[in-house]
């Protein structure tokens, strides 16, 4: 399993190995008080300390993004929607294409990188925030854990971890994501956060349709793999037709458009903090190998891109078709090629990938430019001696 792979199957794979229990007589719980600790010797500190535990073993993984204004801006939008309890929330941005994020009981916030990506602005970020945050005020996780511990005397901690073992899910990193994970919950549990995520950022004065347009986006992500390996994160939640209509209900009722220049200024924010790690995401979410689905999602990430992001996004994207071979394929990555090296922000790779594309369509001088520039701009390439060689057979 590659190092960028474990993280991902820890968080998504385990919290998809947990039941999703019914929270029965836990239910009524009291929220979480900011500054609130369990009390000694209670089910609820056993649970606290599993999960310390585990977020100091996460704090040295390497997959763990470590730039400080990422980090800042994402905690700045978390604090807005957490009011009081900002000082009792730690986030962490992990490197893994799934869209994903949890908040583990005792405040780690886990946000995948796959998951912002996904988002179009801060709002949205806000109302992703907002629905996790709902699931530690509510205290959800120990209602699950509660549970869990009836239900099988040796479902501890290490039990947690371990669930998942037969396919790699091992380490803290388990226990904070399987524990706490967006797949992990009872849908009335996702239900009620999806309500409160909703209010918690709807009374920062962010966008109230940002969660229609969020998960409208994920139902056409959804549809695009059906026959396909299914996207966990819609294995465990509610029914993505009736999630996207609760959130429509809850946009209408709100009737409340912040100013418009405000939503531009949010939205700029969100670029602004991302595009240093645009090109390594679309990377990294090929390697996923769902390519209709990920061919839906850059291709309305492509739509929506700033013109400084046009030629990273139509590469990727044309990769995206050219590694799935299916009908006509070929045709749209040669297009999107193109397309990519006539902006500014082209990746190298893609001089690469059109002038093979131009030397498949028989014109030779433009395939040895391609190439050409494809080595000025990248002279370290790992291929270099490859592309060298097919210079060489192109010319005159």
């Not at 998809?16 to 609820?44: K, V």
């Not at 704090?59 to 957490?82: F, I, K, S, T, W």
């Not at 903090?273 to 979410?285: K, N, R, T, Y």
């Not at 839906?296 to 590694?323: F, K, N, S, V």
């Amino acid at each position: 399993m590659t190092r960028l792979a474990r993280p991902l199957a820890l968080a998504v794979g385990l919290g998809l190995g947990i039941a999703a229990f019914a929270p029965g007589a836990d239910a009524a719980l009291r929220p979480m008080a900011p500054g609130e600790r369990p009390a000694a010797d209670s089910t609820e500190a056993e649970l606290w300390y599993g999960m310390d535990r585990a977020e100091q073993e996460l704090r040295g993984l390497p997959q763990v993004e470590r730039d400080a204004a990422l980090n800042a801006y994402l905690r700045d939008v978390l604090c807005r929607v957490a009011g009081p309890h900002c000082g009792d929330l730690r986030v962490y941005v992990v490197t893994a294409p799934e869209f994903n994020a949890s908040m583990a009981p005792n405040g780690a916030t886990l946000v995948f990188t796959g998951a912002l990506l996904r988002l179009r602005s801060e709002d949205e970020i806000a109302v992703l925030l907002g629905h996790e945050f709902a699931h530690y005020r509510q205290r959800h996780s120990l209602q699950q854990w509660r549970a869990s511990k009836r239900r099988s005397a040796t479902m501890g901690t290490v039990g947690l971890a371990t669930l998942g073992a037969g396919i790699g899910l091992v380490g803290g990193v388990a226990q904070l994501a399987g524990t706490a994970g967006l797949s992990g919950f009872s849908r009335e549990h996702e239900r009620e956060a999806d309500t409160l995520g909703f209010e918690f950022a709807a009374a920062q004065g962010y966008v109230p349709g940002a969660g229609l347009a969020l998960w409208e986006r994920l139902a056409r992500e959804e549809a695009a793999t059906i026959g396909r390996r299914r996207h966990p994160v819609f294995a465990s939640h509610p029914e993505t037709a009736a999630r996207v209509e609760a959130h429509r209900r809850m946009a209408t009722a709100a009737a409340v458009v912040p100013p418009l220049d405000l939503v531009a200024q949010r939205r700029e924010r969100y670029q602004t903090a991302i595009e240093p790690f645009l090109e390594g995401w679309l990377a990294d979410e090929l390697t996923r190998r769902r390519y209709a689905a990920s061919i839906q999602m850059i291709g309305e990430l492509h739509a929506d891109a700033p013109p400084a992001w046009r030629g990273r996004t139509a590469h990727y994207l044309g990769e995206a078709y050219r590694l799935r071979r299916g009908e006509g394929d070929a045709a749209k990555a040669a297009t999107l090629q193109a397309e990519a090296v006539a902006a500014p922000d082209a990746p190298p790779a893609a001089f690469r990938e059109h002038g093979y594309a131009l030397h498949a369509a028989g014109d030779a001088a433009g395939a040895r430019d391609a190439l050409a520039r494809y080595l000025h701009l990248r002279p370290d390439a790992p291929d270099r001696a490859f592309v060298e060689r097919d210079l060489e057979a192109l010319a005159p």
